[in-house]
């Protein structure tokens, strides 16, 4: 077994471990941070690259009127007021700053502001987000203070002598065995269990059929490493997998989300199911109820021409053009080309539009695109478009009790020493569904937190 001395060890490095380690290094600590697969990116590097920010200038330009109070209470209500406040309140406090932190590193952020899960005005904020892993580790390295060991993955934490302080990690990669002394102790940045079905079957059983995405190595190792320290965790029962996509393609892993354009989502027998402009994890539920556990999203050429290119779970034409999205020239046409009863889905679309003209959906109680914004639209001009959807994992939203300094808790309230989370391993934040772009929000965000708390600097 080799030893080594850090400052400061990370867990992972997807957003949240590359923030945490960036962060650190720039208040003069010196990190480790290590990665088990080959190369950096965990989930975030797969993701639709969505962020929630509110207040920026990109929505000031747009003359989108955003606070962090309206962020607040948008985070608190779609969590059904199950989540943490003090963490909603941590990653709203900190939200503006770690945006104008990623302008500040270089991220480059499309202009299109878009809107969607759980949001009453537009507040996505979308990059590449392979890029921005990529980026923010490069200056990491570059401040001389941090070294990435890829390959290396944390098997255990390691206890001082009185068995009361995190002071390290037992770490494996090939052949090698490393043992790590870490000062300021240990950040997890590890991500979420979405690609441990066992994990997933214990706390979300009605999820077993469900498409399992994510960075390959989120396995939960973080979360199972603070357990046998005695963390507590929070939001295990409100897992939940996202609607909008599609059930076979595997090149394009992320969402579509028509149904806030626009859109209603029917099933097989042609019926919508569900109010569309909730949350994408409760869309989620509600087409797993459906025969097959799918549903299509119904859309017309007006609503198609809302999509956005520069913005994957809004980007109609890709889908368009991958053959994804089935195009007809009449809704029965349509509804032959994606088997489901002609007569129904023509009534289901007449029927909706006269909820629309009403202002009432009498049916589902739709009222808006998305949550509180957008109006209603008639779907009415050809040519028509389905696009399948099911639903499936792509992260768990849940995790380790932290307090606002990502301590993380002990299940009788107190932190174990040493010892800080951030990102998807996190739980608290999101509660009983989610906002589109918190849990990458999260990631940068808490990252910073957690290390600034580690460091001393909070
Ligand atoms: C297809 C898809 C689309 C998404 N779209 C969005 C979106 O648009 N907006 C949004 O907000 N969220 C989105 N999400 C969720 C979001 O990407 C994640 O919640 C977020 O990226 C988590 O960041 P993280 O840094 O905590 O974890 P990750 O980015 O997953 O990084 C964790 C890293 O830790 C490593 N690791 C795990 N165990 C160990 C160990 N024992 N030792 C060493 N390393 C370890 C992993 O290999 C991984 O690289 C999406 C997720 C997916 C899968």
């Not at 539920?285 to 609503?303: K, N, T, W």
């Not at 768990?396 to 009790?401: A, P, Q, R, S, V």
Request: net charge negative; aromatic share 6%; hydrophobic share 40%.
């Amino acid at each position: 077994m080799r030893h080594r001395n850090a400052d400061l060890v990370v867990v992972g490095g997807g957003l949240a471990g590359v923030a945490a380690a960036l962060e650190a290094a720039d208040g003069g600590t010196s990190v480790l941070l290590l990665e088990k697969m080959a190369e950096l990116g965990g989930s975030s590097a797969l993701s639709g690259g969505c962020l929630a920010f509110a207040g920026t200038d990109l929505q000031q330009a747009q003359a989108i009127e955003d606070s962090d109070d309206l962020l607040f209470s948008d985070l608190r209500e779609v969590g059904a007021f199950e989540n943490d406040e003090h963490i909603v309140r941590a990653y709203v406090a900190h939200q503006l700053d770690t945006y104008q932190w990623l302008r500040r590193q270089g991220v480059e952020f499309s202009p299109v502001i878009e809107v969607s899960s759980g949001q009453s005005v537009p507040r996505v904020h979308t990059v590449d987000p392979a890029d921005v892993v990529r980026l923010l580790a490069r200056r990491a390295r570059a401040t001389g203070r941090v070294e990435i060991l890829t390959g290396m993955s944390v098997r255990r934490l390691l206890r001082d002598s009185t068995g009361e302080r995190v002071e390290g990690v037992r770490a494996e990669g090939g052949s090698e065995v490393l043992s790590v002394a870490s000062r300021h102790g240990v950040i997890l940045a590890s991500g979420g269990f979405s690609r441990n079905p066992q994990l997933i079957h214990r706390f979300a059983p009605g999820y077993d059929k469900c498409l399992l995405l994510g960075g390959e190595g989120n396995v939960g190792d973080g979360l199972r490493m603070a357990w046998q320290l005695g963390a507590d965790v929070r939001d295990m029962p409100y897992i939940k997998g996202t609607f909008g996509k599609h059930p076979v393609d595997m090149a394009n892993l992320n969402a579509l989300l028509a149904v806030y354009k626009g859109a209603i989502a029917v099933n097989q027998d042609g019926q919508r199911f569900v109010d569309e402009s909730i949350s994408y994890k409760l869309l989620g539920d509600a087409c797993m109820r459906q025969p097959d556990g799918c549903a299509y999203q119904i859309l017309d050429q007006a609503i198609f021409e809302e999509g956005e290119n520069r913005v994957r779970i809004v980007d109609f034409e890709r889908r368009l053009e991958d053959g994804l999205m089935i195009k007809a020239d009449t809704l029965e046409q349509l509804a032959a080309r994606i088997e489901v009863p002609r007569e129904a889905l023509r009534r289901t679309v007449a029927e909706y539009n006269g909820f629309v003209d009403a202002g009432s959906d009498p049916q589902f109680g739709r009222r808006h695109l998305v949550h509180k914004h957008g109006a209603l639209c008639r779907i009415e001009r050809p040519p028509f478009y389905a696009f399948p959807s099911t639903t499936a994992i792509f992260g768990t939203y849940c995790g380790l009790c932290v307090d606002a300094r990502m301590r993380v808790i002990d299940v009788f309230g107190a932190p174990i020493a040493g010892l800080f989370a951030a990102g998807e391993v996190v739980g608290g934040l999101h509660g009983g569904a989610y906002m589109t772009g918190s849990a990458l929000g999260k990631a940068a965000i808490f990252g910073r937190i957690a290390a600034r708390t580690a460091t001393g600097g909070a």
